[in-house]
């Protein structure tokens, strides 16, 4: 098991950008694959990208590609996401999660994951 602390959430307006970072313990970072997802009031959760252990192997959902940017960096324990040209529809809380796994690949469904941090809101204003 792992535990995952998101950081980095706020109020932002259109068009503007935020840096969400997920701090993990517990196990080899390296070892994981690691996601974020959102889920905003009255939605069902969204994926949102995710990265292979090494972050060689990474997939967006279709509504963030070619605005957010999902990195991580193994020797700080720490996944990142930067957000660009954030929409009003950005808005949602955020969180990351994780998996063991023993190949370089990376997953989509909210149902790969087994570990999973408390979320952190992001609000984008119109």
């Known amino acids: 098991q792992v535990q995952l602390v998101e950081s980095g959430g706020g109020l932002v307006q259109a068009g503007g950008s935020l840096r969400l970072s997920c701090a993990a313990s517990?196990?080899?970072?390296?070892?994981?694959?690691m996601g974020w997802f959102r889920q905003a009031p009255g939605k069902e959760r969204e994926f949102v990208a995710a990265i292979s252990r090494s972050g060689g192997v990474k997939y967006y959902g279709d509504s963030v590609k070619g605005r957010f940017t999902i990195f991580r960096d193994n020797a700080k324990n720490t996944v990142y996401m930067q957000m660009n040209n954030l929409k009003p529809e950005d808005t949602a809380v955020y969180s990351c999660?994780?998996?063991?796994?023993?190949?370089?690949?990376?997953?989509?469904?909210?149902?790969?994951?087994?570990?999973w941090g408390q979320g952190t809101q992001v609000t984008v204003s119109s």
């Open positions: 999660a994780a998996r063991s796994s023993a190949f370089d690949i990376s997953f989509r469904s909210s149902d790969d994951y087994n570990d």
């Open positions: 517990g196990r080899t970072f390296s070892g994981y694959a």
